[in-house]
């Protein structure tokens, strides 16, 4: 009884891996792990956070500063005056102060205004930094995906040659046994046979890679293995004409460098604003502690201007730098546009040339079938030779291999076509 309930629970348990190993699992379930759990996009999402604070740091100018100070000082002696000859001491040798004081800036000449709005764009370039690494990342998950999909393909054509090899070898060891045809057939098939398992197993190891790198997009555990949905297929509309205008404003990445070069303008603006004045006002309240004296706490109220007359080149030292960031900003939002357009023509030339591809090979296939066939009956029939059945073999996994790149090529480029849009 007791290894019946063992065998029962087995039975569940290894029932239960195989239902979960089998799931299906669609190219849109892995976009949304990957958008929630993907590593990269975990530590990318930092960086908007960050900025956040960045703002709310800016933000504070607007209001006043307030500073509390105390402290205990001993002398060596107390401080004293003399008044009609006679002396007089003025203060204790050791006393204590505090203080506490609100300074706040009137006007800075747009200083305060630029650095917060620069902060506020920042924050929205990083926003938008971190859409595009997101698009790559979906990027990514496709191409595993379809990659996985096509090495599936290729296995099982490259696991029909080895049968057919095998046929092939079976026949050759009759035919040498009657004594029609030599030895030579059948070590030229054992050697292509061995040759075709090699490939297979490159293959096979190939699909277990591809999976690793899709479960770490994904933030999958190592091991986790599905069926993938092999009807899946992207939209075409984006082989349509495809407007670059519309298409630059839709990339995240030329929004985050737009706004980088902003920011520069900004920060050129707030590096200026070091050559003028300031005007602030202050309130304090100071006590030190003085028994000579009638008052030893004193409030008062201050307005004021100040303007710094020399601080060693900083601040000519911060425009040059800021008017320079500026510069790389605008040279790289350039080169980026140019880029975009570089990638909108180069996928929409391998969309057109993957689905032409796809036409070729499928006409391919029949015809290194048909020619396989023709082949094995000349060779039956003792009036062909063995290396024009293996070459006919090699013809017909060649051809289906070509036909699944075609088809898998298609739709990755189609992605990398919508990825250059901005449409993905």
């Given at each position: 009884m007791r290894n019946l309930l063992f065998s029962i629970v087995t039975s569940g348990i290894l029932l239960t891996g195989t239902v979960s190993w089998a799931a299906q699992l669609t190219l849109q379930e892995c976009l949304e792990r990957a958008r929630q759990h993907n590593p990269t996009l975990k530590a990318a999402a930092w960086a908007p956070r960050i900025a956040e604070q960045d703002i709310r740091q800016s933000t504070a100018a607007n209001y006043p500063r307030v500073d509390a100070q105390a402290g205990y000082t001993m002398q060596q002696a107390a401080q004293g005056a003399k008044i009609a000859g006679t002396k007089a001491e003025t203060q204790q040798a050791d006393y204590a102060t505090a203080g506490l004081s609100a300074t706040y800036t009137i006007y800075d000449f747009g200083r305060r205004n630029a650095r917060q709005r620069m902060t506020a764009v920042l924050a929205d370039s990083s926003t938008q930094s971190f859409e595009a690494r997101r698009t790559d990342v979906a990027l990514q998950v496709i191409e595993t995906y379809f990659s996985i999909l096509e090495t599936g393909k290729l296995i099982s054509a490259a696991e029909d040659e080895v049968t057919q090899v095998e046929e092939h070898r079976r026949v050759s060891q009759a035919l040498f046994e009657?004594?029609?045809?030599?030895?030579?057939?059948?070590?030229?098939?054992?050697?292509?046979?061995?040759?075709?398992?090699?490939?297979?197993?490159?293959?096979?190891?190939n699909r277990e890679n591809n999976w690793l790198q899709l479960n770490f997009l994904t933030g999958s555990q190592p091991g986790f293995r599905a069926e993938l949905d092999e009807g899946i297929t992207l939209p075409n509309?984006?082989?349509?004409?495809?407007?670059?205008?519309?298409?630059?404003?839709?990339?995240?990445?030329?929004?985050?460098?737009?706004?980088?070069?902003?920011?520069?303008?900004?920060?050129?603006?707030?590096?200026?604003?070091?050559?003028?004045?300031?005007?602030?006002?202050?309130?304090?309240?100071?006590?030190?502690?003085?028994?000579?004296?009638?008052?030893?706490?004193?409030?008062?109220?201050?307005?004021?201007?100040?303007?710094?007359?020399?601080?060693?080149?900083?601040?000519?030292?911060?425009?040059?730098?800021?008017?320079?960031?500026?510069?790389?900003?605008?040279?790289?939002?350039?080169?980026?546009?140019?880029?975009?357009?570089?990638e909108i023509d180069t996928s929409r030339n391998d969309v057109n040339v993957a689905r032409e591809r796809i036409g070729v090979a499928q006409t391919a296939i029949r015809q290194s079938e048909e020619n396989l066939r023709i082949n094995r009956e000349r060779y039956r029939e003792r009036v062909g030779t063995a290396t024009e059945v293996l070459d006919a073999q090699t013809l017909v996994t060649q051809a289906k291999t070509d036909y699944y790149s075609a088809l898998y090529d298609y739709q990755v480029s189609q992605a990398r076509l919508k990825r250059a849009a901005g449409e993905l």
């Open positions: 009657e004594g029609v045809v030599t030895r030579n057939d059948v070590l030229q098939a054992e050697v292509r046979l061995a040759a075709t398992k090699q490939k297979l197993l490159t293959m096979k190891n509309g984006a082989t349509a004409s495809v407007n670059e205008s519309d298409a630059l404003s839709r990339r995240h990445d030329i929004q985050a460098l737009r706004l980088g070069v902003e920011a520069g303008d900004l920060e050129v603006r707030e590096s200026k604003t070091a050559f003028y004045p300031e005007l602030y006002t202050q309130a304090a309240l100071n006590y030190v502690q003085n028994d000579k004296a009638l008052e030893q706490a004193i409030m008062a109220a201050t307005i004021g201007i100040k303007v710094n007359l020399f601080d060693g080149f900083a601040s000519t030292a911060a425009i040059e730098r800021a008017v320079r960031n500026r510069s790389r900003s605008q040279d790289a939002l350039r080169q980026a546009e140019t880029q975009v357009r570089l």
